[in-house]
């Protein structure tokens, strides 16, 4: 997950012992150290991006066809 610091805030990244840049930094897993932080406000988790929408296919769909109900058998009813 990436994480943000709050706009002027100073964070230190325990792993790096340097400071967490504007664009934020990602962390594996929430620890208690990064846990601490978001409790106090110096950090946020930042929002996922949009997933990518697919392109849609250039090519045109196949030509749709009827289909209709066989006729019915021309054949004598057998009695019953």
Not at 14 to 22: K, L
Not at 34 to 58: H, L
Not at 61 to 73: F, G, K, Q
């Amino acid at each position: 997950m990436r994480l943000l610091p709050k706009p002027g805030a100073t964070v230190i990244d325990p792993s790096s012992r340097g400071r967490v840049p504007p664009e934020g930094i990602e962390v594996a897993k929430l620890d208690t150290y990064w846990a601490r932080r978001m409790a106090d406000g110096s950090v946020s988790i930042a929002p996922e991006p949009a997933a990518p929408r697919p392109e849609r296919d250039p090519q045109p769909a196949p030509e749709r066809r009827t289909v209709s109900a066989p006729e019915p058998s021309k054949a004598p009813k057998p009695k019953t």
